[in-house]
């Protein structure tokens, strides 16, 4: 069965490795969002899924990612790959000093908060906070992404770039779940009670989480600024966040394939029914009503944990 998996996964990296070379540049820029908004969806899913922390205000760490970036090489001429861990390090200190007061919030109320959050950056923004951020005309002329000395300026550049960064990603998730905080941050979402009760510092182990998703979100946000070379505020609106949090929860929460695939529904899927604009919205939100009836845990929803039992012989403590 493992090796199985390997050859399917196998398949489609190679696919995914080669597709630029059959597809037209607006095809290709279709896959570099779809790949933003995986980053964006496993750095939610951090939070969302794996801690189980309602957050629907994502996009303020996105935006302060994208807006430290812009700010930064614009008034400083700073080559925005080298920006990468500043945006993470601004939207991780941004989502610390937010998160501090709410982070005992539950449910619903953390929900309702983490709106108001983004909310109010994405107004502050508007209104050209501290005279940087360009008012609701955004920051214009952002130099590209260089790398070796090489300039990337098309789709299929950013393509490779933007795999890259999805890989490291993928690859960095995969192992932080599977470590002993990742293990922890699982037991608070299942019961955060009993997690207390079995000495996990419940308060410390979200606020963590929280900082590691809004970083990641951050760095996001410098990839976005140096693909768009322009950003303004209706870029991180209160929709982005919905989207984030729908390439979660319905791909499958907690579930790093489930958020690919999310983010390829919610992202690509609705670019191949352009022609049908009228009614592609009411199609799919149709869709989105009888999967979740029929599918309550998303598409592809989190494997659950199996550990051996003890005993001479694991599984059952049979030999």
């Known amino acids: 069965m493992r090796n199985k998996s390997l050859y399917i996964y196998g398949v489609i990296f190679a696919a995914l490795a080669v597709a630029p070379l059959f597809l037209n540049p607006y095809w290709v820029d279709v896959l570099n969002n779809v790949g933003l908004y995986a980053i964006l969806g496993l750095s939610l899913n951090l939070i969302v899924g794996h801690a189980g ?15 430290t970036a812009a700010i930064l090489n614009t008034q400083f001429a700073i080559p925005v790959l080298w920006l990468l861990p500043v945006c993470a390090l601004a939207a991780g200190l941004f989502a610390a000093v937010i998160a501090r007061p709410i982070i005992h919030l539950r449910g619903d109320y953390l929900c309702i908060v983490t709106i108001g959050v983004g909310e109010i950056l994405r107004i502050a923004l508007t209104n050209d906070i501290f005279g940087v951020t360009g008012g609701p005309n955004g920051i214009f002329g952002i130099s590209r992404p260089t790398v070796f000395g090489y300039v990337i300026r098309r789709p299929h550049e950013f393509y490779y ?15 932080l779940e599977n470590s002993r905080f990742g293990r922890a941050v699982n037991y608070l979402r299942e019961d955060e009670t009993a997690a207390e009760g079995s000495g996990i510092d419940t308060s410390h182990y979200k606020l963590a989480v929280f900082v590691l998703g809004a970083a990641w979100a951050g760095m996001a946000g410098d990839i976005f600024a140096a693909k768009m070379t322009i950003i303004a505020p209706e870029s991180f609106s209160f929709w982005e966040s919905v989207v984030m949090f729908a390439i979660v929860i319905l791909g499958g929460s907690g579930s790093i394939p489930g958020v690919l695939l999310g983010a390829v529904l919610f992202v690509g899927l609705p670019e191949a029914f352009r022609d049908f604009a009228d009614a592609r919205m009411l199609i799919f939100g149709a869709a989105m009503v009888v999967m979740m009836i029929v599918r309550t845990e ?16 694991g599984a059952g403590g049979k030999p």
């Open 298 to 313: 998303g598409i592809l929803p989190q494997r659950p944990r199996l550990y051996p039992l003890p005993g001479p012989g």
């Open 53 to 67: 922390l309602f957050n629907l205000g994502h996009a303020a760490f996105f935006a302060v990612g994208a807006y």
């Open 161 to 175: 770039l933007i795999g890259a960064f999805l890989m490291i990603t993928i690859f960095l998730f995969h192992r």
